[in-house]
């Protein structure tokens, strides 16, 4: 009995010795990391993030040639470059924000910088964004991404919008004009319907209906017809309309009829590319760095690939998608500037950083593709657009039908708490593109009660 | 009144003594038990209060979390999804236990009785438990493609219409119970072979004796004889299929039309997708919670049982 005691008492000791040591450890993430309080001249530090992988030997080298120009530049400020493939995970965003090793200026994707605005895990950077000279010339759709209200939470690196990405190679095995791609939904089917008959495992469209990428596109397809995802006051659901019922009776004709998308579904990002690497591929709806992640990660060639319009799209809107940086809530004020200036230099300078299109070049790395189009028609994105066509290694031709209807094209953004809506707009693409039978009137008005739901939560 | 009367001193310093040597004489046990303590405290249990404690709260990670009373759970309970996410963890389940539960008991009761390829057929048994699961789960997402997937042609073989698998409502769930028994049955089998093999071989041989066939040496030998082992393993596997998530997360992401929402798969779209940790904890606790409860209860019904034999 007595050794019993004992050793209860002794494991109990252990237990709460233990429980002291797990407090302890949990309290220090809520600690708030070291303020610098010191003038313009002190030395300071800061972590970035999507530094490229040692994977992509090439564009590291040209990061880590740029991080020490720009210290060269900056004797002060010392560049800490954190890579990662991909640059932003949905999986340990959350978590190295908890764990206090988010960077100081982290990537962000367009899709969750409003999400990201509104839980405030990012830093209001209105005070100091003023000294970023060239945001004065980016295109002001691009800015608002970052914004909200007069609220400055960001700066964009990439922008682009949604086109139609077309495997040129396929098109020529088909019998099609690669350089006439399709205009209207109904060349779309007919060239999808001769890509398909090329024989077993060719596809003539794909489209995404799992894990949100569903959702995604369906907003995609609206925008492109004139749709809206929600309200003008985004407090209800807008997406049970004629453009919605016209998305997926597009999608149901070439699934069913037509017999040119393939029996394998429920696609996600990962599916689309590989199959467009693999060139068995012959449309799908996406932007100009879908042909990027295709030549740099799914083995396909860029001078196979060319980009058009979404079809039927011109003068309505292409939603918009991109990439950039904002800054974490707990960056001293000095890290905010030292971040905004390499900002500056490295994202939005033309002929450095990401523009340094001739060091791209001598590389070997793909230069032509019409993105990023942060300045549209301003001076420097005209400079950035002779740059690009004095260092280009890829058709830029390829690209042509997709920049000349940029023109008639509106960038429409990503809807309010876009993630639960796409999730919702999974059940009808799943639905539309798994089954015959789908009921798209049914499909849709279900999809419109769970999200005005969502949104009234939201509101 | 004994209670009040003092202990003489000599019997106190008698006592204390015995048990430092009786701590002395465990000091290294209480060394190891510390390790497994630690471990259990920082990857097991404090994650479990943090996640309890999430679930009444809502938190960005970076001000001071806010306590929202029950908050968290009325919204998963408006989502449309939660009904679907627990009938579909439960059909999962239920499946994985008709197919996955009596496949590895029989393929032990198969091993156990050959007589030759005994170590090579066991090592194929458990290769699956070796491969990484993403890359299992993987491996059936070409077998499931109806159009070039290996399931489909062998169907063909047989003259039989290719199936839409993953692809259908009525069909998507099976196929995840398919992926999952397949990667998990070699830690089954294993388990229960073990189990067999500490069986007396006297008694097979008094029922074979008796003039007891294969079935019978099995139903009356073989299952009572294990008895324990397939009550335990029946509650794990129970609780180890009610937070499926893999299957789901890389085969089907939820679809088709959320027939392959799970609650742990529906707890990742909240807590990662949607940025709601709040809502992803309601939900792991309520799934915690019954799990706790049908732990309990299927632990006092066994015991139940075996106290009235």
């Not at chain 1, 494991?11 to 993430?29: F, H, K, P, Y």
């Not at chain 1, 530090?45 to 991080?67: H, L, M, Y």
């Not at chain 1, 001769?194 to 209906?209: H, N, P, Q, R």
């Not at chain 2, 189990?195 to 041989?205: H, K, N, R, V």
Request: proline letters at 5%; aromatic letters at 10%; a neutral charge.
């Amino acid at each position: 009995m007595r050794t019993t005691s004992h050793r209860r008492a002794l494991g109990l000791l252990l237990v709460a010795g233990l429980g002291l040591t797990a407090a302890s450890c949990g309290s220090g993430d809520d600690e708030p990391a070291a303020q610098s309080s010191g003038g313009a001249d002190q030395k300071v530090t800061i972590t970035v993030g999507c530094q490229p992988p040692k994977s992509n030997p090439k564009e590291r080298a040209g990061w880590d040639e740029d991080v020490a120009e720009f210290q060269k530049l900056h004797p002060n400020i010392t560049i800490e470059s954190k890579d990662a493939f991909p640059c932003i995970n949905p999986d340990t965003f959350q978590a190295k924000l908890a764990g206090g090793t988010q960077e100081d200026v982290f990537y962000v994707y367009y899709t969750d910088v409003q999400k990201i605005i509104k839980a405030r895990q990012a830093a209001d950077i209105s005070e100091y964004v003023g000294s970023v000279k060239a945001l004065k010339d980016v295109r002001a759709d691009v800015q608002s991404v970052f914004k909200d209200g007069d609220k400055t939470y960001g700066v964009p690196r990439n922008n682009y919008n949604m086109g139609l990405v077309y495997n040129r190679k396929l098109f020529t095995q088909a019998g099609l004009n690669p350089d006439a791609p399709p205009k209207t939904w109904a060349e779309v089917h007919e060239a999808a319907k001769k890509i398909a008959a090329l024989g077993a495992g060719y596809v003539g469209f794909g489209e995404y209906s799992a894990g949100n990428t569903g959702g995604w596109h369906f907003a995609a397809s609206l925008y492109a017809r004139g749709g809206s995802m929600v309200s003008e006051d985004g407090k209800s659901a807008a997406f049970n309309s004629a453009e919605g019922k016209a998305v997926l009776e597009n999608l149901k004709q070439m699934r069913w009829n037509d017999n040119s998308m393939g029996s394998k579904q429920l696609l996600q990002w990962e599916d689309l590319m590989r199959m467009m690497g693999s060139g068995k591929l012959g449309m799908m709806i996406g932007a100009p760095d879908v042909v990027q992640s295709v030549n740099n990660d799914f083995q396909g060639k860029f001078e196979d690939y060319g980009v058009a319009a979404v079809p039927e799209s011109e003068g309505k809107a292409s939603l918009s998608g991109g990439d950039g940086y904002m800054f974490n809530p707990k960056a001293s004020p000095e890290k905010i500037k030292a971040g905004l200036l390499w900002l500056e230099f490295h994202e939005l300078t033309p002929g450095e950083g990401q523009f340094n299109y001739e060091r791209a070049k001598a590389q070997g790395r793909p230069v032509g593709l019409p993105i990023p189009d942060l300045y549209g028609d301003s001076a420097p994105g005209k400079q950035i657009t002779e740059l690009r066509k004095k260092f280009a290694t890829v058709p830029v031709e390829h690209f042509t039908p997709y920049v000349t209807a940029q023109a008639s094209i509106t960038n429409k953004l990503e809807p309010p708490k876009a993630q639960e809506l796409y999730a919702v707009l999974d059940v009808a693409m799943s639905a539309v593109l798994t089954r015959k039978d789908a009921d798209i009137v049914k499909l849709l008005a279900d999809a419109e009660s769970k999200a005005n739901k969502i949104l009234a939560k939201n509101t | 009144m004994a209670s009040t009367i003092a202990r003489p001193p000599v019997r106190r310093s008698l006592e204390q003594g015995a048990a430092r040597r009786a701590v002395g004489r465990n000091l290294t046990a209480y060394g190891f038990l510390c390790g497994a303590l630690i471990c259990f405290a920082f990857f097991s249990w404090y994650p479990m209060i943090r996640e309890i404690v999430l679930s009444f709260q809502q938190t960005n990670f970076v001000d001071p979390p806010q306590w929202v009373g029950l908050d968290n759970f009325r919204t998963v309970f408006a989502d449309p999804a939660f009904r679907s996410a627990w009938l579909n963890t439960a059909a999962f389940s239920g499946l994985a236990l008709v197919v996955g539960y009596v496949i590895p008991f029989v393929l032990a009761v198969v091993l156990n009785e050959l007589r030759h390829a005994k170590a090579y057929l066991r090592f194929v048994v458990y290769l699956p438990v070796m491969l990484p699961p993403a890359v299992g789960v993987l491996l059936f997402k070409w077998f499931y493609d109806p159009g070039a997937g290996l399931f489909n042609q062998i169907l063909d073989v047989f003259r039989i219409p290719p199936l839409a698998w993953l692809d259908s409502t009525s069909t998507a769930l099976i196929s995840l119970v398919i992926v999952s028994t397949w990667m998990n049955l070699g830690t089954g089998t294993l388990i229960y072979l073990a189990a067999l093999q500490s069986i007396p071989g006297d008694l097979y041989e008094s029922a074979e004796l008796d003039g007891a066939g294969l079935f019978r040496r099995v139903w009356h030998v073989t299952v009572p004889q294990t008895k324990l082992i397939l009550l335990v393993m029946l509650l794990l596997q129970i609780v180890a299929t009610m937070q499926v998530f893999i299957e789901p997360y890389l085969l089907t992401g939820g679809g088709p039309e959320n027939a392959t929402v799970t609650v742990a798969y529906l707890m990742y779209q909240y807590a990662f997708n949607f940025g709601d940790f709040g809502g992803g904890g309601a939900l792991g606790l309520m799934l915690m919670v019954v799990l706790i409860v049908f732990s309990a209860f299927y632990l006092r019904v066994s015991r139940d049982n075996e106290g009235g034999r």
